[in-house]
């Protein structure tokens, strides 16, 4: 099962530090994981729980975007501006990789991270580690894909916080309560009309 | 892509003040309130959304608000229920409102409603109950009216309650779900689904003849149906078939996991009652006998040896070839859970992976795919008595060495390794053997990988390996630049005019210095510890060290040397570890010339370096003649500074003769006429130009161990105190050239003078300056000598405090306490 699905950024950014990083969408799917495993050590109302789920992802974000300032560097190619209409070459030239979050640190079972990274901003798909990894990539990159087409995410606009429902109706369609789907094409193609309508609105 | 803009927006809904935002509520209340839900309500919703989003302190709601919320989620619109879905996921919970939502809308679940169920679930029992619901959604199904979506939904939030508790389903369930698993996975419809109008999750058959469903390549399907057959439109069941696979592995997982045949001792009943059923026999008679989960195991490898078969054909759009390969991978995966429960599986299960293997080990595009495959093998490779061993030369031979550069094969490998390290290291011989060709994916992407090589690393560390292994990580960086230095050469033309990095591009094509760049990129160990003309190679390497990739590799060296270090103390004996010794001595001169690398090394060396002695104080004397050849050196002082000032420590601390008798006068002699020989020069002229002072240390720790030297054997005291004042003498007249800084000065000349004075006491500067062991370190109450005092103050302790505690407290008699 997929933990949780984030898009933040990974450019430096004026009113943060440097190495901090902006949560621009996040969805935990399934219920609460301090309260299913963590034994119930942690006495938590539910006002914490969530702020130690919005914290947790702060740290996930932070990780993703230092390995990919690092995978930057070492590759030397900063990363390519393109322009809104460019989706498709956009995502060819993208970063990705995969990182591995230890126990504890901070999901408290180990977590695999796959990040997608185009210009500034990262898609990011947590999932656990015996997750079939080649599906999980082929799922990340097509929610990139819709994420750039619907929200024109290369162009200036702030679609991504006004229009997330968008986001939401793509997941609940691609990847249901975090689960990862074997879509053919013609499965896709029949979920993708679907959504059609919705993301015209 | 990030404009100021939405920096700004996210600023503003986190600084709203609470009376824009009270307005703003009850705003949006009497919008809820009106029939019709227009544009601006969604926009507000959308607001609003925003709002609670940004901010990572929750906010809460008036409870209109919540309640008006909470109806919207059973909306007819999809944009209605999914904005609400996603204010209330980030809200608190009304008490009790799971309760009262349950009670009313209760098979008109739809999938955004029940995301908010799940999020908030409080415990075990709320999961039980919704799952209850689903389930019983699932038998009564005819639902007229509008498209909820749900049902195919159903087996995602299944799965996901069993993820996080598995304990919320019942026995009835599992068994209901297996059986339901079965019907769609196995007898899903073979004719193409209705016209795409509808969208897809309702449809009936027109009047139009139905078309049977086809496979990736266009040909008509001849067996059943499978997330790989593909048509104009899906049926229900159809749907079914795909969230049913997409589940499978999981659920075989979770409920089978009791190995078939015998009775673990868990406390679920449940699962013990599974085990029972398990051990009837389950050969391939009529599978419509078999208990459920017996039925959905055969049905399983049905699906997944279809799936193989299928996945061999050639698909006509490439996103369908990488669906194949995820497909492979999961089939694999689920025959070796199968075979793992039900170990009568592996006679049928191995002839199709084994013949997946043929199809795919020569071609590197697959090789994601074999990785689940040799897991099987690694499983089952024993009980098939087949040997494995063309399965690991592929894995741990040619992977690394061709797709080093892979983060995702690299990422899998190496978990692979670490899940089986057990396994691996007793049944594949290949593994150690292979250590160089593995290392190199942390050559190419250090931050990557160096988690998983912290916990492989001890694992590789073996009395064969050790050394060729410290030389290897060594030259990590080394091997990283020939890693690029190879892409690159393939890259570029033969001739590249006014190309950078010309230079190293070219030593590498030179076929002169060939051996030494395939000496660093061989895959196998044994060949040899390292080459002869290791200084060349650094030198051909050295425009290459600044490299972005290289000096990340460099960064990592450090944490491994120390985790070697710490693994190589519990394998080796002290002739080997006087061998690794001297492989730092060696090594402290040899290593690419990158911003801070030396350095740190160096460091590393030093800290090790004492740690061994501190283990093995024979050590010293093992190799007495070595160091002595490296503290004689007067350069080492200027150019190894971190590394010289331990060696003369351990040279002072532990050549004597209460660590090891073999420790002769005449060794302490020659090592003190070494050291003192350095002493003298490097504080007598000033240092070469372009060299610096030697470092303050290195003469206070030179002169340390001269006294200790001379405090074992007094005929040298003399010649010591001797070197002592002539030293003050020559810095009586202020500064000198061998040392730059007053405060520096004073400590060295200080120092000095100690020694003399403590030197003059010859069998008090013996005890001083050679503390038997039990001085340093302390054992208090165990040692006879110091116990009898400690005693007494601690009964004088007690009986006072008692004395005292029974002056204050009235008549009750306390019982004394006996020591």
Redesign the interface.
């Known amino acids: 099962?997929v933990v949780a699905f984030v898009i933040h950024?990974v450019?430096p950014?004026g009113?943060l530090a440097p190495g901090e990083s902006?949560v621009?969408y996040?969805r935990?799917?399934?219920?609460?994981?301090a309260?299913?495993?963590g034994g119930q050590r942690l006495q938590l109302n539910?006002?914490e729980r969530?702020?130690l789920s919005?914290?947790k992802l702060?740290v996930v974000a932070r990780q993703v975007q230092?390995?990919v300032s690092?995978?930057r560097?070492?590759?030397?190619h900063p990363p390519v501006e393109t322009l809104p209409g460019e989706e498709a070459l956009a995502l060819q030239d993208a970063d990705?990789?995969?990182?591995?979050l230890?126990c504890g640190d901070p999901y408290l079972q180990e977590v695999?991270a796959l990040w997608l990274a185009?210009?500034?901003?990262s898609f990011v798909i947590l999932c656990?580690?015996h997750e079939?990894?080649?599906?999980a990539?082929?799922t990340l990159r097509n929610l990139a894909r819709h994420c750039l087409e619907h929200l024109h995410?290369?162009?200036?606009?702030?679609e991504?916080?006004?229009?997330?429902?968008r986001v939401?109706?793509l997941l609940?369609r691609l990847l249901?309560?975090?689960?990862?789907?074997?879509?053919?094409?013609?499965?896709?193609q029949?979920l993708e009309?679907?959504m059609a309508a919705?993301m015209h609105? | 892509m990030y404009s100021n803009g939405t920096e700004s927006l996210i600023k503003q809904a986190r600084e709203i003040q609470e009376s824009e935002l009270q307005k703003f509520y009850s705003r949006l209340i009497k919008l809820l309130q009106g029939k019709e839900h227009g544009h601006e309500t969604i926009d507000s919703l959308q607001r609003l959304r925003l709002i609670v989003f940004a901010t990572k302190y929750t906010r809460t709601l008036p409870p209109e608000l919540h309640k008006s919320l909470l109806s919207l989620l059973s909306s007819p619109v999809e944009q209605l229920q999914v904005l609400s879905s996603a204010v209330l996921r980030e809200t608190l919970p009304l008490a009790a409102q799971a309760e009262n939502y349950n009670q009313d809308g209760n098979s008109q679940l739809n999938t955004h409603a029940a995301a908010v169920l799940l999020a908030q679930a409080q415990s075990g029992d709320d999961l039980s109950a919704l799952c209850t619901q689903l389930l019983r959604g699932l038998d009564n199904r005819p639902s007229e009216g509008p498209t909820t979506h749900l049902l195919p939904h159903t087996l995602p939030i299944v799965n996901s309650i069993l993820t996080h508790s598995p304990e919320s389903l019942t026995e009835d369930n599992v068994t209901l779900l297996s059986k339901k698993l079965v019907d769609w996975l196995r007898y899903a419809s073979t004719t193409q689904g209705g016209g795409a109008s509808s969208g897809g999750f309702f449809t009936g058959s027109r009047s139009r003849q139905p078309l049977p469903i086809a496979e990736l390549d266009g040909t008509v399907s001849g067996d059943f149906f499978t997330v790989l057959c593909v048509g104009q439109g899906f049926t229900e069941d159809q749907w079914m078939n795909v969230y049913s696979f997409s589940m499978l592995r999981h659920w075989l997982l979770t409920f089978h996991s009791v190995p078939g045949g015998t009775i673990a001792d868990t406390d679920d009943r449940s699962e013990m009652d599974g085990s029972v059923v398990s051990v009837v026999s389950v050969t391939s008679s009529s599978s419509r006998l078999l208990p459920p989960k017996e039925r959905l195991r055969e049905k399983a490898f049905q699906y997944c040896q279809r799936l193989v078969e299928q996945s061999d054909r050639k698909a006509q759009k490439k996103t369908d070839g990488d669906l194949q390969k995820a497909c492979l991978v999961e089939a694999v995966c689920i025959l070796d859970s199968v075979c793992v429960e039900d170990p009568s599986f592996v006679y049928r299960v191995f002839p199709c992976i084994k013949a997946l293997f043929g199809r795919l080990s020569s071609d590197l595009s697959f090789a994601r795919v074999l990785l689940p495959v040799a897991q099987f093998y690694l499983n089952h490779g024993e009980m098939a008595a087949v040997d494995c061993d063309c399965v690991w030369n592929l894995v741990l031979g040619r992977f690394p060495a061709e797709l080093f550069n892979d983060p995702f094969l690299a990422h899998e490998l190496l978990r692979f390794l670490r899940l089986n390290l057990e396994n691996v290291q007793l049944r594949v011989p290949q593994y150690i053997r292979h250590f160089p060709n593995l290392l190199k994916f942390l050559a190419w992407d250090s931050p990557a990988v160096i988690d998983d090589f912290v916990d492989l690393l001890p694992s590789m560390v073996t009395s064969g390996t050790a050394l060729e292994l410290l030389h290897t990580l060594l030259d990590l960086p080394c091997l990283s630049a020939t890693l690029l230095l190879q892409h690159r050469s393939m890259c570029l033309p033969i001739s590249d005019p006014g190309g950078r990095n010309l230079a190293s591009v070219n030593a590498f094509r030179n076929p002169s210095f060939r051996g030494l760049f395939l000496f660093l990129l061989r895959g196998e160990a044994g060949a040899g510890d390292t080459i002869d003309r290791l200084s060349t190679l650094l030198e051909l390497l050295s425009e290459a060290a600044d490299w972005p990739r290289v000096v990340q590799c460099a960064q990592t060296v450090p944490i491994l040397l120390h985790i070697f270090f710490n693994a190589v103390v519990n394998v080796a004996d002290r002739t080997l570890l006087g061998q690794v010794l001297l492989v730092t001595l060696e090594r402290s001169s040899l290593l690419l010339n990158s911003p801070k690398y030396i350095t740190e090394i160096h460091r590393v060396f030093s800290r090790q370096l004492i740690n061994l002695c501190k283990l093995h104080p024979s050590l010293v004397i093992d190799q007495s003649h070595e160091l002595l050849e490296f503290a004689g050196a007067t350069s080492n002082v200027y150019n190894k500074q971190e590394v010289y000032t331990h060696v003369v420590l351990v040279l002072g601390e532990y050549l004597s003769v209460s660590y090891d008798s073999r420790c002769s006068t005449k060794l302490i002699t020659s090592c003190f006429e070494t050291l003192e020989a350095v002493l003298f020069e490097i504080t007598s002229s000033a240092p070469h130009p372009g060299t610096g002072c030697p470092a303050p240390r290195a003469i206070t720790t030179l002169m340390s161990a001269l006294a200790k030297l001379a405090s074992r054997s007094h005929d040298l005291i003399p010649r010591v105190s001797l070197l002592l004042s002539k030293l003050r003498n020559v810095s009586s007249g202020g500064s000198v050239s061998w040392c730059e800084d007053d405060e520096d000065l004073d400590s060295v000349l200080t120092l000095g003078e100690e020694l003399c004075a403590l030197l003059k006491m010859p069998g008090v500067a013996q005890s001083v300056l050679n503390p038997p062991a039990h001085v340093t370190a302390p054992r208090w109450h165990q040692d006879t000598n110091v116990a009898m005092p400690l005693q007494l103050r601690a009964l004088t302790r007690l009986t006072q405090a008692h004395a005292s505690h029974a002056q204050h407290t009235p008549t009750s008699p306390s019982p004394h306490t006996s020591t």
């Open positions: 099962m950024t450019c950014i009113a902006r621009l996040s935990v799917f399934g219920p609460d994981e309260l299913f495993q539910a006002e969530r702020l919005v914290e702060a230092s390995a690092l995978h560097e070492a590759s030397g990705t990789g995969v990182l591995r230890r695999s185009v210009n500034c901003l656990e580690p079939n990894l080649l599906l990539e082929g995410m290369l162009g200036q606009g702030s991504i916080l006004l229009k997330s429902s939401d109706v609940s249901p309560h975090g689960q990862l789907v074997f879509l053919n094409h013609r499965f896709a029949s009309k679907d919705y609105k």
